[in-house]
Nanobody
Framework: QVQLVESGGGLVQAGGSLRLSCAAS????????MTWFRQPPGSEREFVAT????????SYADSVRGRFTISRHNTKNTAYLQLNSLKPEDTAIYYC??????????????WGQGTQVTVSA
């Protein structure tokens, strides 16, 4: 019973930055891990970054490590993805997802609608 809404996408030049937000609403009995995925044009969805409910654990895809930063503000019910040093290959629809567990075995029952990020060369 969690609804997620992404925002903050747009068109930027290579080397630029964006901050994506994922606002959560609804009621749940579970502390949720928040994860960002992306789907490039003509490609399958891929993992980007994840952060535990406490914010103490996080991990990143090799392709974005050092450039992107995931964070969350639990009292605002919002997760963020800071995208720096953007490259054309970062162009994708970015999705926010919530899971009941942290780690590679987690499943993601809650998803947002996605926000488009386009990076021009």
């Amino acid at each position: 019973q969690v609804q997620l809404v992404e925002s903050g996408g747009g068109l930027v030049q290579a080397g630029g930055s964006l901050r994506l937000s994922c606002a959560a609403s609804g009621r749940t009995f579970t502390d949720l891990t928040m994860t960002w995925f992306r789907q490039p044009p003509g490609s399958e969805r891929e993992f980007v970054a994840t952060i535990s409910w406490s914010g103490l654990r996080s991990s990143y895809a090799d392709s974005v490590r050092g450039r992107f930063t995931i964070s969350r503000h639990n009292t605002k019910n919002t997760a963020y993805l800071q995208l720096n040093s953007l490259k054309p290959e970062d162009t994708a629809i970015y999705y926010c997802a919530a899971s009941l567990d942290y780690g590679p075995a987690a499943s993601y029952p809650f998803w947002g609608q996605g926000t488009q990020v386009t990076v021009s060369a």
